[in-house]
């Protein structure tokens, strides 16, 4: 196989042979060397196709390499690919968008990668209140950087306790950080009560996507943005993978909740890097003032041009209404099937995302998904991908739709399904 010798290439001069930890994972069951990418089909240098569900974390929502997104970006390149002086009408005309589309957005900074977008939000709410400290929620991935590598998925036996996801982090970072249980709106409140004048900002994924789907609750969310605004401070959505995927506005529309900041991300540009973070004026009028947000590739033409025309596609085709009735048809069937083969296991989702997780019970907090029985888990990773069918052996992550995936793909999974669930019941 060239996949497993380029694989060993790499590992003599990348780490793990991937950029990032969760890429290594799709090395299992085999090493995984993609050549090409088109709809919802993904081939590897060995020439297998598989359908893709994977979707590189998310971002892919309109398929693989739109023929309409990457004319524009062509379009951009003719035009220039790095101006990085001033600014150009292409920054203003994606701003304005997402003013007009995300309930929260007055003024809009450009970034390249989620991460960054956090960690200025991050920065934008110290600098704004006057404090120190932020409080974020178990199961939460808010990216890499020190203020928030803390509790995304720690052990059992580490639950409730601060857990860093990373050696290196100073200990003085520690004391900024406190980590409570997603949905418990006792456990917020006590906390503002007690630390209301040290709490700078408050993050959440108001879908905690990445331990694959729990669903918040309203009284939840509202609670948040009651104590926050009592106790003056920020409260943050990290949209980056719930904006455009689930909502054009974002899900803060539909939850009737407005944070003070949003960050959103992928989906947006289809692929191409870009994110951003949104807010009321009064917190991100302090950019390139009292706060600095800085970046050579910040607003870069080629990512903007992808946003402008994926939201351009997402308006005209009605795409998230589509990929949210056939996640929906997704899920029931998998549920159909778990019940039919007796397997121990249960589906989890919202709209487009969907996850499979060997365990049982109702999804409320980080609590009900740490004892998924991993095991299990990669054998169906394996089994599936067999049968052609891509996604992470990470246990704790999801599926996605995109606009390329169809009833003959559902149809294909379900199938799929049904015989690696009968094989591992039996």
């Known amino acids: 196989m060239r996949s497993r010798k380029i694989y060993e290439r790499g590992l003599k001069v990348i780490p793990k042979a991937a950029q990032t930890g969760l890429r290594a994972e799709l090395h299992y069951p085999e090493p995984f060397v993609p050549e090409s990418a088109y709809g919802c089909k993904i081939r590897d240098i060995d020439g297998n196709e598989y359908t893709d569900y994977h979707l590189a974390f998310g971002p892919i929502l309109l398929g693989h390499n739109h023929p309409e997104v990457n004319e524009a970006v062509k379009e951009q390149i003719d035009r220039g690919v790095l101006f990085g002086a001033g600014i150009c009408e292409l920054e203003i005309e994606v701003a304005e968008k997402l003013v007009e589309l995300i309930p929260s957005a007055e003024l809009v900074t450009f970034v390249n990668s989620g991460s960054e977008a956090t960690y200025h939000a991050i920065r934008l709410s110290r600098a704004y209140t006057g404090r120190d ?6 199961g939460c991935y808010h990216g890499w950087h020190d203020y928030v590598a803390f509790n995304v998925n720690p052990p059992a036996d580490k639950m409730g306790m601060l857990y860093p996801q990373s ?129 050579t590739y910040s607003g870069h033409p080629l990512g903007l041009a992808a946003t402008k025309k994926t939201i351009e596609i997402l308006e005209r085709d009605n795409v998230v209404d589509y990929i949210a009735k056939l996640g929906e048809e997704y899920r029931k069937a998998i549920k159909d099937t778990i019940e039919d083969t007796g397997i121990t296991a249960r589906v989890v989702g919202y709209k487009s995302i969907f996850a499979i ?18 095991e299990m888990h990669m054998k169906f990773v394996r089994e599936m991908r067999k049968r052609g069918i891509l996604f992470t052996s990470n246990p704790m992550k999801r599926c996605h739709l995109s606009a390329k995936h169809t009833e003959k793909e559902l149809e294909e999974f379900v199938n799929a399904c049904k015989d690696v669930f009968k094989m591992l019941k039996s």
């Open 357 to 374: 997780q060997f365990a049982e019970g109702d999804v409320v907090d980080y609590s009900s998904v740490v004892g998924i029985d991993r």
């Open 167 to 295: 050696k290196g982090i100073p200990k003085a970072v520690y004391d900024t950080i406190i980590v409570l249980p997603f949905n418990d709106c006792e456990a917020f409140r006590e906390c503002m009560a007690e630390h209301h004048d040290e709490i700078a900002g408050v993050i959440l994924e108001p879908i905690p996507h990445s331990v694959g789907a729990i669903i918040p609750k309203k009284k939840f969310l509202k609670t948040l943005r009651k104590e926050t605004k009592t106790y003056g401070s920020v409260l943050i959505f990290d949209e980056i993978i719930t904006a455009f995927r689930h909502n054009i506005h974002g899900v803060q529309e539909e939850f009737e909740v407005i944070p003070d900041i949003t960050t959103v991300g992928k989906s947006m540009g289809n692929g191409y890097p870009i994110a951003a973070i949104v807010g009321k004026e009064e917190i991100m009028s302090m950019v390139h003032r009292e706060v600095l947000v800085s970046g």
């Open 133 to 138: 400290k932020i409080v974020k929620f178990e």
